[in-house]
């Protein structure tokens, strides 16, 4: 899509950040040493008294968003999905999920697109690691539309909320009419063979994959799901019915994602074959964003190559 406009979700993290700290005082931002990368540092060039650069210091850094959180201040706190998630799991279990904090754990460089760092700093177990903390929500925006929205209604919620955002500057899908809908999937095409659910940047690259499999005469539908916990139900359940195989693409392992929160989902409603795209139990490497995604099939024309060869039997 050379033709279409780009930008990476972290930049519209700092961007709704600064938006929403205009309107609402009680927004406080704690950054790990990382706020140029992770762009909350928009947020702090404004607002300076209410952003706070812990240091490198992740577990101190959500300890004190929850201290903040009783106070009645709004934290959003960040850093690299690695240490915003793996490094401070403990912590978030016991002083956010577990009291239930107002606390909005939002990280950048999620994924194997985060590139040339590697294995050490591409993370892809976050999503499966923040799934299993009760009270906590679990999401990630397809877009700078979605994740300016998505935002916006984090900072709307009480209670804890985790978002995911990548590095990789992406296709802008949604124009500004969208609307974001808590807990709710989104269909971005209609299908009747197959359906193909996703989240994230993965989500853009399944609707690309679609098209080109309408050409075939595979009719392809796609579903959005920026809300991973809760999930939608209904929507899942519907595609199962109503198409002949599912799908799910994501840039996450396939161990504890989207592809296992989908299989949970129609294994007690609807029991269907689920086939998962994703990362097959590895690690990363390093390389270019792109070089990556091709590699790991989680591009359009991997995951095109995926669904051709699946559906039909050959390739």
Not at 260 to 268: N, T, Y
């Amino acid at each position: 899509m050379p033709d279409v406009k780009k930008i990476a979700t972290r930049v519209s993290y700092g961007n709704a950040l600064a938006e929403l700290g205009r309107e609402h005082e009680d927004i406080v931002v704690l950054d790990a040493d990382l706020s140029g990368s992770t762009k909350s540092g928009t947020f702090g060039k404004y607002f300076p008294e209410r952003f706070i650069n812990t240091g490198i210091q992740e577990c101190n850094m959500i300890g004190m968003a929850a201290g903040l959180a009783t106070t009645g201040m709004v934290p959003f706190v960040s850093s690299f999905a690695m240490f915003a998630t793996g490094r401070t799991y403990e912590v978030i279990r016991n002083s956010v999920g577990y009291p239930c904090m107002n606390v909005k754990v939002c990280a950048s460089h999620a994924g194997i697109s985060v590139g040339a760092d590697g294995a050490s700093h591409q993370c892809i177990e976050d999503i499966g690691l923040m799934r299993l903390i009760p009270n906590m929500t679990v999401m990630q925006p397809c877009d700078d539309v979605e994740a300016r929205a998505m935002v916006k209604a984090a900072y709307e919620h009480k209670g804890p909320v985790y978002i995911r955002f990548s590095r990789l500057a992406t296709p802008v899908y949604n124009d500004e009419s969208y609307t974001f809908e808590w807990g709710k999937g989104v269909t971005m095409k209609d299908g009747s063979d197959v359906t193909i659910i996703s989240s994230g940047m993965v989500a853009i690259y399944s609707y690309e994959a679609a098209k080109l499999l309408e050409k075939e005469g595979i009719s392809v539908r796609v579903i959005n799901i920026h809300t991973i916990k809760p999930i939608d139900e209904d929507i899942i359940i519907k595609a199962a019915k109503e198409t002949k195989m599912i799908f799910t693409a994501e840039e996450h392992s396939v161990i504890g994602g989207l592809g296992s929160a989908v299989s949970d989902v129609l294994i007690e409603k609807y029991p269907v074959k689920v086939r998962k795209i994703g990362i097959m139990d590895r690690f990363g490497e390093s390389g270019s964003a792109e070089e990556l995604l091709h590699l790991f099939e989680l591009d359009s024309e991997g995951i095109y190559k995926r669904i051709k060869k699946e559906y039909t039997g050959k390739f």
